[in-house]
């Protein structure tokens, strides 16, 4: 089992920056794929960006340019650094992990509860 506990959501004004941290705990063998997705009401939730535990990271074409993902392995912990915010950023933003409890069984999706971001003058 996996817990995961975002912070670092809150208010901006556009072209403001915030950086989202997602720490992982619990009991597993490792943390395949790290990412980060939004969602706003009455909308499905997007991918925003994920990273494998090599580093190699994918971005939706929307945030490219602007947000950088990275992670630290020997912390499990996973940044979203945002910048130049627009407000159609707005939204929940989730923490997502893929983990594996042993070497070889398939990875199980986490999720954390979500953290806000306003993007609003």
């Known amino acids: 089992q996996v817990q995961l506990v975002e912070s670092g959501g809150g208010l901006v004004q556009p072209g403001g920056s915030l950086r989202l941290s997602c720490t992982a705990s619990?009991?597993?063998?490792?943390?395949?794929?790290m990412g980060w997705y939004r969602q706003v009401p009455g909308k499905e939730r997007e991918l925003v960006a994920r990273?494998?535990?090599?580093?190699?990271?994918e971005y939706v074409d929307s945030v490219k340019g602007r947000f950088t993902i990275s992670r630290d392995n020997r912390k499990n912990l996973v940044y979203l650094q945002m910048n130049s915010l627009k407000p159609e950023d707005t939204a929940v933003y989730y923490c997502?992990?893929?983990?594996?409890?042993?070497?070889?069984?398939?990875?199980?999706?986490?999720w954390g509860q979500g953290t806000q971001v306003t993007v609003s003058s």
């Open positions: 997502n992990v893929q983990s594996r409890r042993r070497a070889h069984y398939t990875p199980v999706s986490y």
């Open positions: 619990g009991s597993f063998f490792s943390l395949d794929v």
């Open positions: 990273i494998d535990s090599g580093g190699t990271s």
